[in-house]
């Protein structure tokens, strides 16, 4: 059985946790936060010269913590896929939902869609006369740069998540995702604000906001708690709309993993029900919850 | 919980995918190499230009002369015989005035007699002349009488068919379907108001889904607003909404139920002249587009088949320009009253970013019905 690294990103940092093989069992061994080896820019991202450097960083990690027989899983920013959903009436067969995906996903991707790898999830959302069916597609030279990473560092490619589902995975293992309950999980990060609502356990869409800034260029508690608050709104009325939801009960966690301290404390104090997420790995606090959540099995 | 894996699920739009659907529809005509069923199977930038096949010509066909060819007697016969005729009594009038000069003595009435000889043959020549030019008219006006009633008597005889009137009453009310579509697409096109924009339409009967770009969940509501109060008679909902990743904006999705729309004309529109092979059909929407500004990149079509004694092909064409121009070609084939109809119409804004309203595309799907050969 192979250690597992689970790499997920920040905006800050990137984030890396490890699963280590036993004889018997693999745990959960650590999980930090550790520098970039470049700037982080969404748009330069993935360049080669970039995604080159975070192979050496993968690479020495895997060397200092001796490991041999390594798996990589990989979470990425939403803002590296696009995420669609298709509606359809409830009796389109196959070839229609396809015929329709293949016009919403080409209507709605930039650049050529045989670039992108679609992937037709299991997520379906029952609206009554429709249903909505979750799309996701990634550029392919995301996915092959992120092969070829994990071929330098002489490893296996387990999984590739987006940030969503790894938090997802978090907030499942850890029972907060609980029938008949919906959650709006709240990621505050460097430069963005990304808002992820589940509904009856299943991912619905992402918010993503601006951190935004006032004339001196620090942030803006208002701004940010009048960015809450409008998510947090939307997502409850959205979710009386929906016929498929038992509860309009919406639970409000909330994770920081930026620069810019007290956020977390404007959350805590004008939202009741909020609930801060952190992580404590072998007597360890950490916050890579990210990288923990997509680990998990 | 749902399965998100990026790596271990397959490519819905898969190449054997596409391979495999390419095998199982037929071509009927020899046609370009990628598949003309799926016209979103390639963007059109990677496109390269296929060579058009080449149309055999139909056979010129002729207007049909009336049976009536009126023939007028050459009008230079008549006065030669006239001329003949005055010729003709000279001689007489010669013996008349000698017979005159031998009997008289002491009065000379010989040129009394002379101005009546001549006016009697004025008279004997005009009413010749008249005689030959009026009796050429009659007869004229007669064999034109007959051939008015011939001509009369002739629709009675050419009556059409009852299998003619259905044909025209298919085309008809196709064309009025065309109509009834299209307007309410172009009159959708307008609620979209100042701040927000229409971003994309899909015409795929019955289905008819739009979606809408605003800058905010308020924006969006006041287009709804919009179509609520402008559209009253249309089944209109508002099927589903996503923020756009990285803006404020927000998408929404809306469908039309088609079959609450009213119907043109009573279901049924005049038709114009029709379209009697692709490549006539080729030619009308060159002259649309240029009209409306906008150019055709791309044109192809097959034979699928028959309908109602019409050759029905499958056209498929790709139009880029404004979005105006793009409505406004849409509201010219609208009114142009042909014998076509529309099976899939996609239009799209080609920058998804900025939705940039000069930069559209539309792609479009209809059936000729061609007179058979």
Redo the contacts between chains.
Sequence with gaps: MADIFGIAFTENKWQLSHIKATENDSVLHSAQELEYPFPFVYDSFFDQTNFALMALAVKEQKMEKGITDLDLSFSLPVNFAAVKRVALPIDADEATIKEQALWEMSTFLTGKLADYKIIKTDSVFDLGDFKEHLFMAIHKNIIQQIVNLTQKINSHLKRVWLDFSSFQSYLTHHDFIRDGENQLLVKIDTFQIKSHLYIQGQYYHTYIDSLPLNEQGAVDGGAFLSVLRKHFNDSKSLIRQLPMALSDRLQLYFWNSGTVDGLSEVVMNNFSSAELLTATVNDRQTNAIEAIGLVLD | ?????????????SEEEKEKKQEEVPDLQPSPQTDEDDV?A??E??QPPEPEPEIPSPPATEADFSEDVQRDLPMDEVPEQAEERVESTEPDRADLLEFIEEKQEGINYRPLIYIALVIILLIVGYFAVSKFLLGGKESAEAEEAVAEKTKVEQPAKNAPSPEELKRKEFLSSVAATVQSNLNLLTNLSGVAGKKSRI??I?LYNPDFLF?IFAPS?AELAKVNMNLRNQFSQYKISL??T??R??T?GILG?F?VDLSSAPPAAGGQQELSSLLETPQKAREWIDYLATNSGIKTKDFRFKNIGSKESFAVYEISSTITGSLSGCLAFLESMASSGKNVSIHKL?L??QD??TFNPKKYQLRIIFHLYAPSL
């Design positions: 919980m749902a399965d998100y894996d990026l790596i271990s699920n397959s490519d819905y739009f979103f390639k963007p930038s990677e971003t994309s899909l979606q969940r099927i589903s996503e923020p990743p990285g404020n999705l469908k996609n799209t804004a998804q970013k």
